[in-house]
């Protein structure tokens, strides 16, 4: 198959190095898994990607300079800032996505994957190209922009990450399948977690759960060393919220970590927590840690019960007493909220690791996420 690969977002250039943008990896994974089994791939991504397909770069000068414009006179200096990110971030993808379909009018092309970007939905209309989208995020707001654009757009063929996703899109827009993320199980190997430590990584937002993790590895006693978003440390949750607990006891923020060094924190700790408290899609987090062997504490939202086994590869908690889930009672930790993550901490040694790692390795690796994709792009071809 003739496949393009259309990530158009500032985010993946070199300048945004310490921010976590989950689709990044994910795509160059999905990439070059393609490549590997024999089919022609185009990326429409960053200047430098790197990528084992033929690369088609957007403007560089976009990703390293944010361009004012004069329909900013009047407007404060950071307002000026923020409206220039937005516009350049925008002008970005739109060049780059009409390179990509471009390509797509020119017969280069059997299918395209949008894999970030809602610009190809417009572009799309233009060129006669079967096109796929994966979707990354829980269902918007009525009131929310993203939640008219699935509806307008909504006889496309999306592919979701997770059953709990495609549940709660309730028949919105047009499904091809779901589709679970893989991880490469070489660059996330075991490890016996000997350090001691709880983990956790994610946005310093409060959706994540932050606040609910150093609350129970506090309780339970145990040093939790935290990563983050430099971005978010400048805000004002993490200003009041976290930093106040800093280097007090057991809680440590630790900086940026790259994919390397992630495995590395990951296999040396004792535990993941993911205390979500909203509706996580997926979370990649939760199957790089069970590929290093590492055991996963999360509170029952989202995909969460589809990627952990309970008792055997971590433990899921009911979020409070008075949430009414649909697992609520039925998890080996009868206790809820920060109650229940303490006891799971304090239990996470009768986890065996090595069910953690073969966990992964029979359902979410590289090799499985490209059999699926595989599988949806020669259907829409066919069809």
Known sequence: MKIGMLLPSVYMGSKYKNKIFAPKQLFLSLVDGLVGRGHTVYVYAAPGTNTKAYLVEGHREFIEQD??????????????????????????????????YIHGKEKKLDIMHSYHDFMAHYINRLADL????????????????????????????????????????????????????????????????????????????????????????????????????????????????????LNKGVIEDETFLGEADRGSFLRNAKALLFPILWEEPFGMVMIESMACGTPVVAYNHGSVSEIIKDGITGFIVDPDEGNNHKGKGSFIIKKTGIEGLVEAVKNIDKIDRSACRKHVEENFTVEKMVDGYERVYSQLINK
């Open 67 to 100: 361009f004012i414009s004069p329909k900013f006179r009047g407007l404060d200096r950071l307002t000026k800032l923020k409206n220039a990110h937005i516009a350049t971030k925008t002008e970005y993808e739109i060049d780059l996505s009409m390179k990509a």
């Open 130 to 245: 079967p096109t796929v989208y994966t979707i990354h995020d829980p269902l918007p707001r009525r009131e929310h922009l993203e939640y008219w654009r699935f509806k307008h757009f909504r006889n496309d063929n999306y592919i979701f990450i997770s059953e709990s996703q495609l549940k709660n899109f309730s028949g919105l827009v047009k499904s091809v399948g779901v589709i679970y993320h893989g991880v490469n199980t070489k660059k996330f190997s075991f490890g016996d977690g000997n350090q001691g430590y709880i983990a956790f990584i994610g946005r310093y937002i409060k959706e994540k759960g932050v606040v609910e993790a150093i609350t129970a590895s506090k309780e339970a006693g145990v040093t939790l060393r935290m990563v983050g978003d430099d971005a978010y440390r400048k805000l004002a949750f993490y200003q009041t919220k976290i930093k106040p607990h």
